[in-house]
């Protein structure tokens, strides 16, 4: 007897900086789209993952909290964490901190730098959990065909996520995981982390729309931009300034002419 499970391990709230939806909302989605599971990733932030996993079971789902934290060499999904790793330390130290506290390590949307995706000599070492090996949102694909073959190479489970900023995108790209002699009722947290990590893991998914995905990353420049001219308004005028150019950067590298 086997039990396969659909869980989507990438997905933002309204707690991102970036992000649209409350939890509830999102919650409602995984469950009428038959997932078992969808954790909240907002960035560098967790209490409304939290609390999003507290709520899952009135859904039906499984709840697993989360987070995607900034690292000093790029992003990390950090899967059945209760509290904020540390941020801005080295991804091979954040790794381990995560396995301390039982939870699996998952690096998103690797090589991909326009979002702050690890670079391949900075992962030499870091012997993450799992890959994500298909984001959703993609323009070419070929960043996703490369973390595949990265994963393979090294051995790594492959999974895939939606990265979803709005609700309707969640589900879009999920892990399915094969886990053998279990019910669902008997289906938790731990049985599922269990299962990423022996790397009993298929992914499926398909693209968020190029014009979708353009917009969000420029909408999401400009966002960070002001967040950051607000915050550092109270310290300094000139980091307002920083915000803006860091937009700009941000609007190029992910137009066509930078490719």
């Given at each position: 007897?086997?039990?396969?499970?659909?869980i989507?391990?990438?997905?933002?709230?309204?707690?991102?900086?970036?992000?649209?939806?409350?939890?509830?909302?999102?919650?409602?989605?995984a469950?009428?789209?038959?997932?078992?599971?969808v954790?909240?990733?907002?960035?560098?932030?967790?209490?409304?993952?939290?609390?999003?996993?507290?709520?899952?079971?009135?859904?039906?789902?499984?709840?697993?909290?989360?987070?995607?934290?900034?690292?000093?060499?790029?992003?990390?999904?950090?899967?059945?964490?209760?509290?904020?790793?540390?941020?801005?330390?080295?991804?091979?130290?954040?790794?381990?901190?995560?396995?301390?506290r039982?939870?699996?390590?998952?690096?998103?949307?690797?090589?991909?730098?326009?979002?702050?995706?690890?670079?391949?000599?900075?992962?030499?070492?870091?012997?993450?959990?799992?890959?994500?090996v298909?984001?959703?949102?993609?323009?070419?694909?070929?960043?996703?065909?490369?973390?595949?073959?990265?994963?393979?190479?090294?051995?790594?489970?492959?999974?895939?996520?939606?990265?979803?900023?709005?609700?309707?995108y969640?589900?879009?790209?999920?892990?399915?995981?094969?886990?053998?002699?279990?019910?669902?009722?008997?289906?938790?947290?731990?049985?599922?982390?269990?299962?990423?990590?022996?790397?009993?893991?298929?992914?499926?998914?398909?693209?968020?729309?190029?014009?979708?995905?353009?917009?969000?990353?420029?909408?999401?420049?400009?966002?960070?931009?002001?967040?950051?001219?607000?915050?550092?308004?109270?310290?300094?005028?000139?980091?307002?300034?920083?915000?803006v150019?860091?937009?700009?950067?941000?609007?190029?590298?992910?137009?066509?002419?930078?490719?």
């Open positions: 007897m086997s039990l396969t499970v659909r989507d391990p990438h997905v933002h709230s309204d707690a991102s900086y970036d992000a649209h939806d409350p939890v509830e909302l999102i919650l409602e989605q469950a009428e789209i038959g997932l078992d599971a954790v909240i990733t907002d960035h560098d932030v967790i209490h409304e993952s939290i609390r999003a996993a507290e709520l899952a079971p009135m859904y039906g789902l499984v709840g697993i909290p989360g987070v995607e934290v900034s690292t000093a060499d790029g992003h990390l999904l950090c899967l059945g964490v209760r509290e904020m790793p540390p941020r801005r330390a080295p991804m091979k130290e954040t790794v381990e901190w995560v396995r301390d039982g939870g699996v390590a998952i690096v998103p949307h690797p090589f991909q730098r326009s979002r702050h995706g690890v670079r391949k000599k900075r992962l030499r070492g870091v012997d993450p959990d799992a890959i994500e298909y984001n959703s949102w993609l323009f070419t694909g070929w960043k996703n065909r490369r973390a595949r073959r990265f994963a393979q190479s090294g051995g790594y489970p492959g999974v895939a996520g939606s990265d979803a900023h709005k609700v309707g969640v589900g879009r790209a999920y892990t399915e995981i094969d886990i053998p002699d279990v019910r669902r009722p008997e289906l938790t947290t731990d049985v599922v982390l269990d299962a990423v990590r022996d790397g009993a893991t298929r992914v499926e998914g398909r693209r968020t729309p190029i014009p979708t995905s353009a917009r969000h990353y420029a909408g999401a420049g400009v966002r960070k931009s002001g967040y950051v001219a607000k915050q550092g308004a109270v310290k300094s005028g000139s980091v307002a300034k920083t915000g150019v860091q937009a700009a950067q941000l609007l190029y590298r992910v137009s066509p002419f930078s490719r």
